[in-house]
Nanobody, 119 residues
Framework: QVQLVESGGGLVQAGGSLRLSCAAS????????MGWFRQAPGKEREFVAR????????RYRDPVKGRFTISRDNAKNMVYLQLNNLKPEDTAVYYC????????????WGQGTQVTVSS
């Protein structure tokens, strides 16, 4: 089992920044991929970014490339998502997730943290 707890959401004006944090516990994460997803009201949950725990390789959803940065701190078992130049369309609940690197589906999820961007 992997437990994930997000924090860092809030209300920010367009053009502002936030840093989301995800505290992971419960299992050695060296064989895991950590991801961030988001779900806006009335929309399906969508992938935002992911990072390989061991090699640090990253991938991003196109609309957030150059604005969002995913990172991890292996020593602290933390994953971060830096959100810069936020836009109203970034408003959503952001979720941290984890999957075994051999699997395609994410099996562990946090409770989510709300990000609201005002225009």
């Amino acid at each position: 089992q992997v437990q994930l707890v997000e924090s860092g959401g809030g209300l920010v004006q367009a053009g502002g920044s936030l840093r989301l944090s995800c505290a992971a516990s419960g299992r050695t994460l060296s064989r895991y991929v950590m991801g961030w997803f988001r779900q806006a009201p009335g929309k399906e949950r969508e992938f935002v970014a992911r990072i390989g725990w061991s090699d640090g390789s990253t991938r991003y959803r196109d609309p957030v490339k150059g604005r969002f940065t995913i990172s991890r701190d292996n020593a602290k078992n933390m994953v971060y998502l830096q959100l810069n130049n936020l836009k109203p369309e970034d408003t959503a609940v952001y979720y941290c997730a984890a999957r075994d690197l051999r699997m395609s589906d994410y099996e562990y999820w946090g409770q989510g943290t709300q990000v609201t961007v005002s225009s």
